[in-house]
């Protein structure tokens, strides 16, 4: 007689029997099985890079988004400065590129694997290792006028002479944890980090801070910058910004009220009613320039212009490193076309921040109004 545990300890038997053959037969297939490689291009990413750089130069260009000896001169500055060395497999020209590959086109990580030819970690590896160097050099590319720089050609001969350009905000739309959506939701109800930029009229930015919240005012974002020193003006010189901001003798806003954006002055429409707005019309002239090189630099950068799968803290630093190579561009380029480019379809970017409400009394406003008055006035005398 077959007792019952003694049946259970025979079916566990069996079941364990068919576990082992299945185990050993898995086992030989794996060690038979002929494992076939995944990279097998003929030429390595390194023998890529190069051949677009000894090529026409506008595939340089529309793939690295500068030409070949700006592209070079970048990856020597980077490897002088000791933020950048060649790896065993990976050169600096191919570090370099694969991290431009992925801005200018906010390629995914197995787009850039397949084009270089390495692994999902070494593509990842570099491409942070490109980005800390970038935020390292932003000290050095983007940097506050000293006081020593002539007033700019475009400004030298207008009542505007102590400009020392403009200032504004943008949004770059973000990818964040759900549980701090709503800080990063903006006015549109689309999620984005507001990025506060100084630039000149040049069109390089002087001064950057990213990552704030979708939600963040511009001018709290100023006043956070101002308040831990890390931003200042040069006594005696201003920005111009929009209606966003507080006007100050630091910082000169349009008047309210009045007609401002450019295309309220269109043809037919130039004649200016009263000195306030021939002053509004000049101001957002030159005020122009900031938001001219956000639409540059986005239209540089790819992946400033979609959500990016990249923590919180690294989508900021992008924002900053694509900052540190336009200024780069713009100083050594021979030719720029998204420059050319901005001259010939410039649109005006809308505001998405909120009216600073004017209602101050102290000395600072008293003293924007003042040099805000002169200003309209000499112009209006013109």
């Keep these: 007689m077959v007792r019952p545990w003694e049946r259970i300890f025979e079916e566990d038997e069996e079941e364990l029997d068919i576990l082992i053959r299945l185990l050993i037969d898995t086992i030989r297939y794996g060690a038979t099985r002929t494992r076939r490689p995944q990279h097998t291009r003929p030429f390595t990413g390194h023998q890529l890079v190069e051949n677009m750089l000894d090529g026409h130069t506008e595939r340089s260009h529309n793939i690295f988004r500068m030409e070949p000896h700006v592209f070079r001169g970048l990856a020597t500055l980077l490897e002088s400065r000791g933020l950048l060395r060649n790896g065993r497999t990976v050169s600096v020209l191919e570090q370099l590129a694969i991290f431009m590959t992925v801005v200018a086109h906010a390629s995914a990580n197995r787009v850039a694997c397949e084009q270089f030819q390495h692994s999902s970690e070494t593509v990842s590896r570099y491409f942070h290792a490109?980005?800390?160097?970038?935020?390292?050099?932003?000290?050095?590319?983007?940097?506050?006028?000293?006081?020593?720089?002539p007033p700019h050609t475009l400004v030298r001969n207008t009542p505007f002479k102590d400009c020392?350009?403009?200032?504004d905000g943008t949004h770059v739309p973000v990818i964040v944890p759900r549980e701090i959506q709503e800080r990063y939701r903006n006015r549109h109800?689309?999620?984005?980090?507001?990025?506060?930029?100084v630039v000149s009229f040049d069109m390089q930015f002087q001064y950057i801070c990213a990552g704030w919240e979708?939600?963040?005012a511009d001018?709290?974002?100023m006043q956070h910058c101002l308040e831990n020193g890390s931003f200042s003006v040069l006594e005696?010189?201003?920005?111009?910004?929009?209606?966003?901001y507080a006007n100050t003798q630091s910082l000169l806003a349009p008047y309210r009220g009045e007609r401002y954006h450019l295309g309220q002055f269109t043809k037919g429409q130039t004649r200016y009613h009263n000195r306030k707005e021939k002053f509004n019309h000049a101001h957002a002239s030159f005020r122009n320039i900031v938001e001219r090189?956000?639409?540059v630099l986005k239209r540089r950068f790819k992946i400033l212009r979609v959500p990016s799968p990249f923590s919180v803290e690294t989508q900021r630093d992008i924002v900053v490193a694509c900052a540190v190579i336009h200024n780069y561009i713009c100083k050594y380029a021979n030719s720029d076309e998204e420059l050319q480019q901005d001259e010939d379809d410039y649109v005006e970017e809308e505001n998405m921040g909120v009216d600073w409400q004017d209602d101050d009394t102290g000395s600072a406003h008293d003293m924007g109004q003042l040099l805000r008055e002169n200003i309209s006035r000499?112009?209006?005398?013109l």
């Excluded at 000290?139 to 006028?145: A, D, H, N, R, V």
């Excluded at 109800?189 to 930029?197: D, E, H, I, R």
């Excluded at 005696?236 to 966003?244: A, E, I, M, N, Q």
């Excluded at 000499?378 to 005398?381: D, I, P, T």
Aim: glycine share 12%.
């Design 189 to 197: 109800g689309t999620l984005s980090q507001n990025v506060m930029a």
């Design 378 to 381: 000499a112009l209006w005398q």
């Design 214 to 216: 979708g939600s963040a």
């Design 164 to 167: 020392l350009g403009a200032i």
């Design 236 to 244: 005696g010189k201003y920005y111009l910004v929009d209606s966003g």
């Design 130 to 149: 490109v980005l800390r160097a970038m935020c390292i050099l932003s000290e050095e590319m983007i940097q506050l006028p000293t006081g020593d720089e």
């Design 219 to 221: 001018m709290r974002i």
């Design 293 to 295: 090189a956000f639409g």
